[in-house]
């Protein structure tokens, strides 16, 4: 199993990102997927959740109206549009997979990708 996320790097207060994270060697289209991330120091944080299907998604509330997490299940590719970034959105982004709708624990976790955001 790989989960392998990218498109994070140095932006500025107020830009945006979009994040992508390959899956691959599980039925990508059977999971539910995540974007959790850590800042330095700090714990894992959970982001977000999109259904197998991709129809409903779940933010947490510091991101809620900022980000968008959508999927391409043709593709085993997982996304993350991040706007309107914050200081506080610095830390490294991971995605993950799990059967199930959880916050933490998740079958599957990748390397993640770094978000720095500063001027």
Same mark, same amino acid.
Do not use: H
């Given at each position: ?21 390959a ?7 059977? =999971? ?6 850590q ?9 977000? !959740? ?6 409903? +998604?779940?933010? +947490? ?6 980000? +968008?997490?959508?999927?391409?299940? *043709?593709?085993? +590719?997982? =996304? ?15 995605? *993950? !997979?799990?059967?199930? =709708?959880?916050?933490?624990? =998740?079958?599957?976790?990748g ?9």
């Amino acid at each position: 199993v790989q989960l392998q996320a990218s498109g994070g790097g140095l932006v500025q207060p107020g830009g945006s990102l979009r994040l992508s994270c390959a899956a691959s060697g599980f039925t990508f289209r059977r =999971y539910w997927m995540y974007w959790v991330r850590q800042a330095p120091g700090k714990e894992i944080e959970w982001v977000s !959740a999109i259904t197998p299907d991709g129809v409903f +998604t779940y933010y +947490t509330d510091t991101v809620k109206g900022r980000a +968008t997490i959508s999927r391409d299940n *043709a593709r085993d +590719t997982l =996304y993350l549009q991040m706007n309107s970034l914050k200081s506080e959105d610095t830390a490294v982004y991971y995605c *993950a !997979a799990d059967l199930k =709708y959880k916050k933490g624990s =998740y079958d599957y976790r990748g390397q993640g990708t770094l978000v720095t955001v500063s001027s």
